[in-house]
């Protein structure tokens, strides 16, 4: 079955960086775009970056452009979210989540799988 185990979370002080991982198994993972999304306490779901299947083709979220770096490892079959200057709006539980195809698509959350997901808190 389809697999994707996010780690790397945790507390992190405002301004500080983090680095999310996502080990993905049970398909072919460089044929697929990928996604991060997140959820913060008491708000819906949030698209926050994609790329595409061989990552040619990154998107950022207004709210996080020129602070997360999103990128994939098709060796690995891992993706990353490289998170800087965070902010305590940042905080949520953050996911990552297959597309069925290899190309970012127009909306961007149309998903086909999403794994738990690894908290982030971002507080003094």
């Known amino acids: 079955e389809v697999q994707l185990v996010e780690s790397g979370g945790g507390l992190v002080q405002p301004g500080g960086s983090l680095r999310l991982s996502c080990v993905a198994s049970?398909?072919?993972?460089?044929?697929?775009?990928m996604s991060w999304v997140r959820q913060a306490p008491g708000k819906g779901l949030e698209w926050v970056s994609a790329i595409s299947s061989g990552g040619g083709m990154v998107r950022y979220a207004d709210s996080v452009k020129g602070r997360f770096t999103i990128s994939r490892d098709n060796a690995k079959n891992t993706l990353y979210l490289q998170m800087n200057s965070l902010k305590p709006e940042d905080t949520a539980v953050y996911s990552c989540?297959?597309?069925?195809?290899?190309?970012?698509?127009?909306?961007?959350?149309?998903?086909?799988?999403w794994g738990q997901g690894t908290r982030v808190t971002v507080s003094s």
């Open positions: 049970g398909f072919t993972f460089s044929l697929y775009a």
């Open positions: 989540a297959k597309y069925g195809v290899n190309y970012v698509p127009t909306s961007k959350l149309d998903y086909v799988y």
